[in-house]
């Protein structure tokens, strides 16, 4: 089982440009966090990451998405190679202080898994355009994958290599494994 | 050996008296109905959810008000509550979509699942506790 992990590689999600043939990136962000700070794609460069997108409020799967985050989170706390970045997509309601107290109250520490809220077309069209999309081409509904639930794992350089049901745990074992597959890639 | 099953079957429901199988019952459709409409917050397990989702599991609040469980579940709750020595202050939304019957399925399946010593409440008592839920607790 672990010889097999040692030599499996990740696939790199989204289209290929036809111009230079590089792979698609997340595009830049500007956000602000629980602490009132600002985040944009800096905080992340470099590192190995998972989004995800919730409300505070909601009482249908991001409790569930929540509780498997935090499990990824206590895998990778301390280890200054991953973040975590949680997006609320009801920034009208979750006001910087509501998630400064949802995240302490769920464990983080307020560095490596981050609450993020700003614009609401802005997230939307982060989570539509730069995230989803380019997990799931195939994905023709708007804002159907923003409420899905899906965790997204994004590399180093900014490119998407996994989305994974952030309601099962199955396939956050996966991610949880899949992070540490990325962090011995060689650059 | 499947005749024998089956016959133990028949002996084991024949032991039960009508009060107790339709309890049993309705045990196991507050169990489907947790799974759909609480377990998404409270888990399957009742643990909860860190500092943000208090857990049923061995919860003491929940034998202090199993009386007014039905009610909670009814109309939701607001406001700071104390659960096993921490403070919880999440509002939990109403299910007033859930008829009277879901309501105390729900109840006997918590109370029987999640205490460490079952709490068995009679059902008329749970189903007058939903009749007389306090106006204001929405």
Known sequence: MVACNQNKTLPILGEKSPIDSTYATVPPFVLVNQDGDTITEAFVKGKIYVADFFFTSCPTICPIMKKEMLRVYQQIKGDPAFVLLSHTIDPEFDSIPLLKEYASRLGSDGKQWQFLTGNREQIYELAEKGYYATAMPDSTEPGGYVHSGGFILVDPKSRVRGVYNGTDAKEVDQLIEDLFILKSEKP | ?138
């Open chain 2, 1 to 138: 050996m499947r005749l024998l099953m089956c016959i133990s079957c028949i002996l084991f429901l024949y032991a039960c008296s009508d009060a107790e199988l339709s309890s049993m019952q309705q045990i196991h459709t507050g169990a489907k109905l947790y799974e759909l409409h609480c377990s998404n917050c409270h888990q399957a397990d009742g643990s909860g959810l860190a500092m943000l989702i208090p857990p049923l599991k061995q919860s003491d609040y929940l034998l202090k008000h199993a009386k007014n469980l039905p009610c909670m579940i009814r109309h939701g709750m607001q406001g700071e509550i104390q659960v096993n020595g921490k403070t919880y202050n999440q509002k939990m939304p109403a299910n007033d979509k859930l008829n009277e019957q879901d309501v105390l399925a729900i109840c006997l399946y918590v109370l029987q699942k999640f205490p460490e010593n079952p709490v068995s409440l009679h059902s008329d008592s749970l189903i007058k506790s939903i009749q007389n839920c306090p106006s204001n607790s929405h």
